[in-house]
Each structure stands twice: as C-alpha cells, then as structure tokens.
C-alpha cells in the first residue's frame, strides 16, 4: 500500500530527479527484493548519495527501504489470515475490534477483522506507530481553532501523524511524535491558529493540509510576503531554525 503523504514528507530534501530515482528505486524493490548497487545504477542511472541514504543497507552490500520490507511483510500476513479464516468458516460473528470512543485506534485489532475494518487499521499505520497517544490530542486542537472542521478519525490519523514527523524532522529530533508530545503539540498550536486565519487553507482537510505543511508552517512563521523562491532557498534554513527553536522551548525553558 503506498502512503502518498509519508511519500511527499519524507523526500523533501530530494530534487525532482532523485524523487524519480527514489520511486524506481522502491518499485523494484518491491518486484525483486533487496537490490545491488549495480542493479540500482543500471535502472536510474547515477544515484546520488542522498537517495542512497534513504535507504539501509544490508550485510551482503544490498540497498533496501526497511519500511516497504515491513508493509510487504504485513501484508502477507494480512492475506494469510484472511484465507485461514475462509477455512474456518469466516470471521466469528461475536468479535469486534478495540478501540476507543472517539475513534481513533487503542489496540491492535484481532486478525480476524473484516477486510474494510482491517485496511482502516492499515490506515491507521504510519512507521512504527499504530496508536499514537498524540493524534487525538492534535485532532482536538485542530477543532478547537476550527470547529466546522468535518473530523474523521480514520481519514485524520494519517496526515496528522504525517505534520508530527515533519515537525520532528526539521527539528533534528529522534525518536516518535509520542516521545516528543509536549514539543510536537506546541509547534502545532500556531500552525492551527495560521490556518484558522487562512481563508483557503481553513476550508481543506487534514490530508490536504499535511500535503502542504511547509508552506503552512513556513507562512505561520514569516507570513505569506515571503516568496515562493525564497521559500525554497535560504529562508528554508530560517524555517528549520525557527520550528527547531520553538520544538526545544520548553526543554530550554527546564534547564
């Protein structure tokens, strides 16, 4: 399953050639498996480095995306339940999945799920992260600067867990949203006021928005004066430090 919006937050540091590169990359992964770097020059050419970085490498010198590895891995198993559960006779009619009352995924679901309630689970699937305690945190935020907004747990998660690893990307954090919660939430309060202010932006949904989270964020901190050519220039490094800034406030303001 392709997730456009981790596609688009996770190579904007590539040009559009290695975006290509990248994509065929990941294409052949998944028809071949794990890829030579002679493989890899043969199909796209001269890879650069940065698109090598994006990917791990393996004990035997071969390039891999752990995270297709992982889908790929999931979904196979996905599959495998599903015809042993034909050969059983199907789902049992007395199990329902967990989850919480507004929505939003509180514990794996049983294997045994429907396959629309089990694809909504794999929605719900963003990295490591199946149940990310932040989401429904940032979703309440969200409505609280935008009341009208239309909120759907199950189309939501997504792009909000999306905006989350974006922040932490730009502020040179490891680890998830959830070990984060405190600074992800307090780079997201003005991101949704921005938005609120927005006429055009205030009308989009979460996806939409998660789709263009740069030039959110960069016009929440410097305003929409700001050029698009100095957006992707030097005034890109300002932005870095201004959300790097804002995402180690509060630790600052600890010690």
Known sequence: MFYTSDFL??????????RGQYITILCLQHQKGRLSEKTIRL???????????????????????????????????????????G???????????????????????????????????????????????????????FKRYLPQYPSSPSKDYKPLYAIASYFLEIGKKSGTPDQHKDDVLEAWEPICQSIA?????????????????????QN?????????????GATMEGLQRELEKRLNKERQASN
């Open 9 to 18: 937050t996770g190579v904007t540091d590539l040009t559009m050639e290695e």
């Open 43 to 85: 199909s796209v050419g001269s890879v650069s480095v940065d698109v090598l970085a994006k990917l791990t490498k393996d004990e035997n010198g071969n390039f891999y995306s752990a995270r297709m590895e992982k889908e790929i891995q999931e979904r196979i198993k996905f599959t495998e339940s599903r015809r042993n559960n």
């Open 87 to 141: 050969a059983k006779g199907g789902r049992p009619k007395n199990e329902k999945p967990n989850g919480l009352p507004n929505g939003y995924p509180n514990a794996k679901p049983s294997a045994n799920l429907p396959e629309d309630e089990d694809e909504d689970e794999n929605i719900n699937k963003i990295g490591n992260e199946k149940n990310a305690l932040i989401i429904p945190e940032m979703a309440a935020m």
């Open 197 to 217: 202010n927005d006429n055009f932006y205030k009308q989009k949904s979460l996806s939409t928005i998660s789709n263009h989270i740069q030039e959110i964020t």
């Open 220 to 232: 929440a901190l410097y305003g929409k004066s700001v050029t698009k050519g100095k957006q992707s």
